[in-house]
DNA sequence: GAGGATTTGAGGTACGTAAATCAGAATTTT
DNA sequence: AAAATTCTGATTTACGTACCTCAAATCCTC
């Protein structure tokens, strides 16, 4: 049926160790021998049987996971998926190490990266943060050999295998488009929160939004972000404070985590008044509040989904395979109180 | 590192041939020494290499899917996404049997069902029709051991192992949604354009949408539901038609096929004047006119996911695995022209 | 406790590939 | 042409499990 290591000896005229010798770029074969088994192989569509490959090389692929120490829902979650995942992957002798980083930290993010390097594991995933450190971390590790993938928040023109995320940009158009369309002819500005402009990703939301509002809602008035530090506390400082601020408030775009002190904020309006809010990630915070009607829309990454891409992506690589495309798009997904999960 | 049968035949003081009886349910063993071996299995928390178990035993998975040949969009992609998972599959020791059966018919199926159940496959995946006798063929499927799952269309209440497809009450909940605040004060009637109210799918959409539309904007005049047929021309003329008897025509939700048509009637609407539609199953029609701004919004169930998801659940089960639950759920797709993939 | 039946042990082969050794062949260098 | 070097073949072992055979041990029944 399947071809084998055996037909292609056969077929190519040369013994198994050649074969072999081929199959794994091993030295000790002249051209003209390589190139016969070369041909045999194609004209088989021999392809190797990783799982016996793997078995007789016993081989286990060492991964490891750089999370920021982040406590916040959506990175805990992120954390449960990990732990998850890594239980079931265990039965593909895939073994994650997971790493922990100071959030925000890219001298630390990038002495992890080296000490991977060190390390001489088969990949890497972690959540980028564009810096020289990371980058230059991230050059050093891919050309040792290393597949390194990111997740979550991508480093553009770097040398990273794969991006384990969504397009923020195009999540805060879709903000920018639903928030507008709910709005409809209610007048009254729009209040950004941020979590910290500092970040790639709110920046791009954030430009996304703005794009779109100007260029479908030019009528609306978008008030100066605020940046909540993805602290509860301080978003429902600074929403209520908004809201005193401009009583017509009409629609609120929470691009950042401590959505907990939004939805307080938001709890404080009279009923029917509230504005139209759209938050980020469905945490068990922003679930509810799109049961109970404080928040009409939530934009969400599966973070499961984006933990297990960024596993077979770093498989592929180690196999020298390809990947499923479409299976690795992380989508952005729209949930609204009646399509919750 | 990780025990492997030796091990437990250690542990348990047996040969290995014992332990062999033990795990793969062979008879000849007492159940005093079966209860040893797997007091082992337990404490060392022994798990089978399936790989390596697939290798020795040269397994084959052949999985068959039964696929209604229905010419529109969503089940040619559905076929392409099939093709290409294929070939992927192929990798993985699985084959799959594509098998046609004519659209619609409750009989067919039902005797396609019986059909595999005569071959004796591992699994099989239908797009089910709720029909007594498909319900029957299903119930003697499983009886002989087989693993069956729906995809597209569940069959509730019946022995299938598992849905890979959306919740489609759920789904017309968040037509509804959508389409009455994406209308927010703008007067007139929401048609309904379903393909077959034979066809549960449809039905449950329609009672999705209609239950929230009553709830939550009970002013909202909802015409007759007109049924297209998942044909372009009908749908065109139904549409057509529609809009000529209600001037003030505010918004479709097209819940079938033949959105082709849909979009013909659309594109005669005056421009700033057509109404707010929603539509299903993101095709290249969908997309091109979500682009354009015929169409507001499109609700997609991922095909290839489906398909996926319904291979890697029937793996499972013939490996007599667990599944990821979190990873084979549908997702209820909601795109707009910002967030197309 | 003899007879038969059942249970268990020991060992082997197989799956498809990796990786190693060693001998012999071919090629290149001197 | 001899020596050194490089290439190739033949063979073996291993990975973890399945499955087979044959013999030995244990059980049960009368």
Redesign the interface.
């Known amino acids: 049926m399947k071809p084998t290591v055996h037909d292609i000896a056969a077929r190519a005229g040369v013994s198994l160790a050649t074969v072999d010798r081929v199959l794994n770029g091993r030295p000790g074969v002249r051209a003209p021998t390589r190139e016969k088994v070369e041909a045999a192989v194609a004209e088989l569509g021999f ?1 190797r ?4 490959a ?2 007789a090389k016993s081989r286990v692929y060492t991964f490891a996971f750089i999370i920021p120490a982040n406590d916040n829902s959506f990175m805990i979650g992120l954390r449960g ?1 990990l732990e ?2 890594r239980r ?1 992957a265990a ?3 895939i073994s994650i190490q997971l790493i922990d980083v100071p959030a925000f930290d890219a001298e630390a993010l990038a002495s992890a990266l080296d000490a991977v390097r060190a390390e001489q594991m088969d990949g890497v995933a972690f959540v980028a943060i564009d810096h020289p450190l990371v980058r230059e971390a991230l050059e050093r590790l891919t050309e040792s050999g290393l597949a390194a993938v990111t997740v979550v928040s991508d480093l553009m023109n770097s040398s990273r295998a794969h991006y384990a995320g969504i397009d923020n940009l ?2 805060g ?2 903000a ?3 928030l507008g ?6 007048d009254g500005p729009i209040l950004p929160v941020a979590g910290s402009l500092q970040v790639q990703d709110h920046r791009e939301r954030l430009e ?1 939004f703005q794009s ?1 509002l100007q260029d479908q809602f030019p009528e609306r008035v978008l008030l100066p972000v605020v940046e909540g530090g993805d602290d509860p506390v301080r978003v429902e400082a600074l929403v209520s404070q908004a809201a005193a601020d401009h009583p017509e408030l009409a629609g609120i775009y929470s691009f950042g985590a401590g959505n907990r002190g939004l939805i307080r904020a938001l709890a404080a309006f009279p009923q029917g008044r509230h504005p139209v809010t759209i938050a980020h990630e469905l945490t068990s915070v922003t679930r509810a509040a799109l049961l109970a009607g404080h928040i ?1 829309a939530v934009l969400n990454q599966d973070a ?2 984006e933990v ?1 891409s960024a596993i077979r992506v770093l498989k592929a690589k180690a196999d020298g ?1 390809g990947v ?1 495309v ?2 690795e ?1 992380i ?4 949930f ?4 919750l ?1």
């Open positions: 392809v049987d990783v799982a016996a793997n078995l998926e998850a995942v079931w039965q593909d002798r195009a999540a158009r879709t920018a488009t639903l369309r709910f709005l409809g002819r209610r996304g779109v009409d499961g989904h297990r395979a499923v479409a299976q798009r989508r952005i997904d729209i609204l109180k009646e399509n999960p």
